[in-house]
């Protein structure tokens, strides 16, 4: 595989593995642009199902597509370019509800790492992408000059308060889940008052909901004495 290749994969790597043959793909999936284009390609008649497929195949697969086997059979490429098709968005109206449920389990709102990237986008108009292809001193040193911008922007911006954040072991030792200890609703808050009128009403609505998430899980741990 070329690493320049997976590198630019960003992570996104999946693999097949082919009984009987021991063979085994690996592929990225198609941005939202490229998937776009495939499945208009294909909508539109421009091109065979099988015919997209194989193209998409050689355009995902993470390995030169020329040097694969003429002896595997045709239709293997063909239906792991259907399954690239599938996973880049074609399973929208199957599983986008319960996909969307996985990835909020992924990334939960309350922790340490969102609240740092909270304050670095909203002292600056960094992408994700740019956020993510930092290396670790490299955030925290972007965060930190977050929170000087914010804090010289406006007075009551309150920092992140290191002694509340907890060890591995601390928060095991806390009896009813009852978090990090860090007062994200007192974070938000700064928040609010750090970004521009435009942006309070958005985020007085996260902060809404978090109130809402806080007072559920509270319900359940009644219920469950």
């Not at 642009?33 to 909508?43: A, H, N, P, S, T």
């Not at 920092?159 to 007062?183: P, V």
């Not at 974070?187 to 559920?216: F, H, I, M, Y």
């Amino acid at each position: 595989m070329d690493i320049d290749t997976i590198l630019e994969a960003d992570g996104n790597i999946y693999r097949t593995w082919i009984p009987g043959y021991d063979l085994t793909f690996g592929y990225r999936l198609l941005s939202l642009r490229e998937y776009k284009v495939f499945r208009g390609l294909r909508d539109s008649g421009l091109g065979s199902d099988y015919a997209i497929a194989e193209q998409v195949f050689e355009r995902c697969f993470l390995g030169e597509a020329a040097l694969i086997s003429v002896d595997i059979p045709a239709g293997i490429t063909i239906s792991i370019g259907q399954l690239i098709m599938y996973l880049s968005g074609d399973c929208d109206e199957i599983t986008l509800k319960d996909d969307i449920r996985k990835v909020r389990q992924l990334h939960p709102p309350n922790t340490v790492y969102e609240h740092m990237r909270a304050v670095i986008c909203t002292a600056f108009s960094y992408k994700i992408e740019e956020i993510e292809s930092w290396p670790r001193p490299e955030f925290l040193r972007r965060f930190i000059i977050s929170e000087n911008i914010l804090s010289k922007q406006n007075p009551e911006f309150v920092r992140l308060n290191l002694s509340d954040i907890k060890s591995e072991e601390e928060l095991a030792k806390k009896a009813n889940n009852q978090g990090s200890g860090i007062d994200f609703a007192r974070e938000n808050r700064s928040l609010v008052r750090a970004v521009g009128p435009l942006d309070q009403e958005e985020a007085q609505a996260e902060l809404t909901q978090k109130q809402l998430d806080t007072l559920s899980r509270k319900s359940r741990s009644m219920r469950g004495r």
